[in-house]
């Protein structure tokens, strides 16, 4: 596992464990944060997985730009 795969997989835990607490309700963040950290799991997985699987990764690459673009496209209207 290189380095980058290491860090990726960190930051994508963290972010996990975070949109847990705000499920839960231990933790009460704002939608945009929550828009960010999805995005940032998202990202995280998919830098994870882009060596092995190249297709998936810059599907879910997509994913998470298109959820940031969608929150605040809707937030301009």
Do not use: D, H, P, W
Request: hydrophobic share 60%; glycine share 4%; with cysteine.
């Amino acid at each position: 596992m290189k380095r980058y795969e290491q860090f990726a997989f960190v930051i994508s835990a963290i972010c996990a464990f975070i949109l847990l607490l705000n499920l839960v309700g231990v933790i009460n963040i704002s939608s945009l944060y929550n828009t960010l950290l999805t995005a940032l799991t998202i990202a995280s997985i998919a830098t994870f997985n882009v060596r092995n699987y190249r297709s998936i990764g810059i599907i879910l690459y997509a994913i998470a730009v298109f959820m940031i673009v969608i929150y605040f496209a809707n937030g301009m209207v």
